[in-house]
């Protein structure tokens, strides 16, 4: 299952993340997004269980929790939705 995990605090490390989830199963992957530019956190990532009852026991018992300061939202990844494409500019 891909987990939402949003709200983070921009000092939160992908093994923090790790930590956090695998005291509830196994974790397979984290995904920490950053600024393409900047490389600075943008505050949200997703974890990937391989186990869904795992899984949704983390979600529940992470959700509203606190995180370095930070109150997390955690719940299921929706999948990604097609935008049109952005026309170019020259």
Do not use: W
């Not at 000092?11 to 992957?29: C, I, K």
């Not at 505050?43 to 949704?56: L, Y």
Request: proline share 6%.
């Amino acid at each position: 299952m891909n987990i939402y995990v949003g709200n983070l605090s921009y000092s939160v490390t992908a093994d923090e993340l790790r930590n956090a989830f695998a005291e509830h199963g196994e974790v397979s992957e984290v995904n920490l997004i950053s600024d393409k530019f900047t490389g600075r956190s943008k505050g949200f990532a997703f974890v990937v269980m391989p186990n869904n009852s795992e899984a949704e026991a983390a979600v529940k018992a992470l959700n509203g929790t606190d995180l370095k300061g930070r109150t997390i939202t955690v719940n299921e990844a929706r999948p990604r939705e097609e935008r049109p494409p952005r026309p170019r500019r020259y």
